[in-house]
């Protein structure tokens, strides 16, 4: 089936079998290997993309049901400006270790942002309970995403 | 991991979908959130030859009040009532649905789906027993509505005919003092519950329980009421002890297996203890 979406700001006609899964036509057709399959199951949520704004695993959606949608990566969070102010709090946080879970984790505290811009540590720790960090490295995740947040509250100037 | 190839359409309209599952017949499947279904064929433990997908049909995607009842339309999310003021109106269907898996799964899997799936692991088919919901079934020969207890005929397994989809699911808002709550335990946000139980009491204006529903999850081979339960509370003045008695009674109606999440007795002890804690949490919002 032919369908058209929107990835990080380009169009992209594609041809895909209904059974292939969003996340391997991101992967798979357009080559943006950022958003990573961990558990396959809709467990994980390494996979998380936003679809038109919202996170969804995208190993649990086909790709034909992302027709006529904006689809945002890993790869789309960095602006003209550089790095989104929570790309900037997981490194100045270190809110990683080994880096599989962050591309979900980036994402899920991108869309807590837009709608949550001052997160308690309750409101993170709820918003990132669909990804799972085997590393176990949360302590500091949160603090990637208060430094997110206080940055982009100081107008974009370092928490 | 890949399913097995399918046909695929999403039609826009309500009436373009029940054309389609009328002409596929037992052919067809409803492909709604798709957060159980696609693990499903994923796994090769489903393998429908053709999908209608009814994403696209957002006249199905509500949670509204309509004629004393909460209605949750087949393609309202489960944070869709997570989000919703008239879904207070329900307090153990708006206490469930924050505990419903997690959030990415609660931003595409839909309430009606859950309910129509019968698993009986599921939340929502506790709290819709709990509440005495009415299941909504269309085809394209028309409308019917089904009660709870009959839609749920067993293990993975509801009472709709071929060519029939869930339109929408309701439960009737309380006309007196009213609380529910949905007690779940699990090992992991997202984990299937090891145990749930969910409550609803009504009291009558002189403070005895005029109508009380518990639903139990994952305790025996489908979403169960607790009819003796209920019985013992029906008419009677709330107290703890009465709460303990109906606690015991609901782990006598549980068949819990022992597995990974832990062994049938504590399971059943865990019954006991949410269904007291749940009727106690429902009392207090129902007199507040």
Known sequence: MQI?????????SLDVEPRRLLVD?????????????????????????????????????????????????????????????????????????CGFCTPGMMLVSTALLEENPDPS??????AISGNICRCTGYVNIVKAVQWAAA???NGGEEG | MYPPAFEYQAPDTLEGALAALAELGDEGRVLAGGQSLIPMMKLRLAAPSHLVDINRISELSYVRRENGSLCIGALARHNDVVGSADAKASGVVSS??????????????TVCGSVAHCDPE?????????????????????????????????????????GEMVTAVCVPIPSGASGGAYMKLERKIGDYATVGVATQLELASDGTIAQAGIGLTAVNYQNTRASAAEDLLRGETPSDELFAEAGAAAAAASDPQTDVRGDAEWKRNVVAVYTRRGLAQALASATS
């Not at chain 1, 540590?121 to 709820?126: K, V």
């Not at chain 2, 469930?96 to 899997?109: E, H, K, M, T």
């Open chain 1, 4 to 12: 058209n979406i929107n990835v990080n700001g380009t169009d992209h």
């Open chain 1, 25 to 97: 036509a991101i992967r798979g057709d357009l080559g943006l290997r950022g958003t990573h399959i961990g558990c396959d199951t809709t467990s994980c949520g390494a996979c998380t993309v936003l679809v038109d704004g919202t996170p969804i695993k995208s190993c649990t959606m086909f790709a034909v049901q992302a027709d006529g949608s904006a689809v945002t990566t890993v790869e789309g969070l960095k602006g003209a400006d550089g790095l989104s102010a929570v790309q900037q709090g997981f490194s100045a946080e270190h809110g990683l270790q």
């Open chain 1, 121 to 126: 540590e309750d409101d993170i720790r709820w």
């Open chain 1, 151 to 153: 940055a982009a509250r």
């Open chain 2, 96 to 109: 469930a649905a924050p505990w419903i898996s997690d959030p990415l799964v609660r931003n595409r899997g």
């Open chain 2, 122 to 162: 599921g939340d929502w088919n506790s709290v819709m027993l709990a509440a005495r919901a009415s299941v909504v079934a269309q085809s394209s020969s028309g409308s019917r509505t089904i009660g709870i207890d009959d839609f749920i005929v067993s293990f993975f397994t509801n009472s709709l005919e071929p």
